[in-house]
């Protein structure tokens, strides 16, 4: 049974760097597309960038099109979410999440969640 684990979240002030990890534990994600979700304080969970199965396309929602990287490692196993430039506004738990299809920007499409990880952006 996939299970997925988020890390490398932290503090980070305006204009810093992060690189968010989803690891798969028990099988590959070679099958799986993979959506970083986040959620802020009062807010909607909302899509941020997904990533299609079997060297698939890349999407983004506009709000990170430029500053965000999502990319797989070569062993399928972890996804990555490289995020430069960050901003206030990009404060939230991010969440991945994994689907056997094509990626969707609807969060109740996908079936198995990693636990997520904090992303404070703040001076």
């Known amino acids: 049974q996939l299970q997925l684990v988020e890390s490398g979240g932290g503090l980070v002030q305006p204009g810093g760097s992060l690189r968010l990890s989803c690891a798969a534990s028990?099988?590959?994600?070679?099958?799986?597309?993979i959506g970083w979700f986040r959620q802020a304080p009062g807010k909607e969970r909302e899509g941020v960038s997904f990533?299609?199965?079997?060297?698939?396309?890349?999407y983004y929602a506009d709000s990170v099109k430029g500053r965000f990287t999502i990319s797989r490692d070569n062993a399928e196993t972890t996804v990555y979410l490289q995020m430069n430039s960050l901003k206030p506004d990009d404060t939230g738990v991010y969440y991945c999440?994994?689907?056997?299809?094509?990626?969707?920007?609807?969060?109740?499409?996908?079936?198995?969640w990693g636990q997520g990880s904090q992303v404070t952006v703040s001076s």
């Open positions: 028990g099988l590959s994600l070679t099958y799986y597309a």
């Open positions: 999440a994994a689907r056997t299809n094509q990626a969707a920007m609807t969060a109740a499409l996908y079936d198995t």
């Open positions: 990533i299609n199965p079997r060297g698939g396309g890349t």
